[in-house]
């Protein structure tokens, strides 16, 4: 009932750049926070920023200056702006969203499908 779609990943140069987005649509009464998160092989799956409803962004440090998160409320969509990349940030990225479906009271958390970002020359 609740979709989130991820799209913009692609491979790219070291020193280059990729805007990600993630799409929710659904019955949606209201968002919440909103957020990204990267999985690399063999790593445990970590967060890389996020961002509140008034636009108060927090970053993982490695990533700081480099990447920006922002969010388009009438559209609920949230972009990850991906700067100077590195192989290090080689990565499923992964959105993650805190809703309030329409006719709820309980807020759930829902995960979009996860797109595949490669930073190689």
């Known amino acids: 009932q609740v979709q989130l779609v991820e799209s913009g990943g692609g491979l790219v140069q070291p020193g280059g750049s990729l805007t990600l987005s993630c799409a929710a649509s659904?019955?949606?009464?209201?968002?919440?926070?909103m957020a990204w998160h990267r999985q690399a092989p063999g790593k445990q799956r970590e967060l890389v920023g996020s961002i509140t409803r008034d636009g108060t962004t927090s970053y993982k440090d490695s990533v700081k200056g480099r990447f920006t998160i922002s969010r388009d409320n009438a559209k609920n969509t949230v972009y990850l702006q991906m700067n100077s990349l590195k192989p290090e940030d080689t990565a499923v990225y992964y959105c993650?969203?805190?809703?309030?479906?329409?006719?709820?009271?309980?807020?759930?958390?829902?995960w979009g499908q996860g797109t595949q970002v490669t930073v190689s020359s």
């Open positions: 659904g019955n949606i009464f209201s968002i919440s926070t």
């Open positions: 993650y969203v805190f809703l309030l479906k329409s006719g709820t009271t309980r807020f759930d958390g829902y």
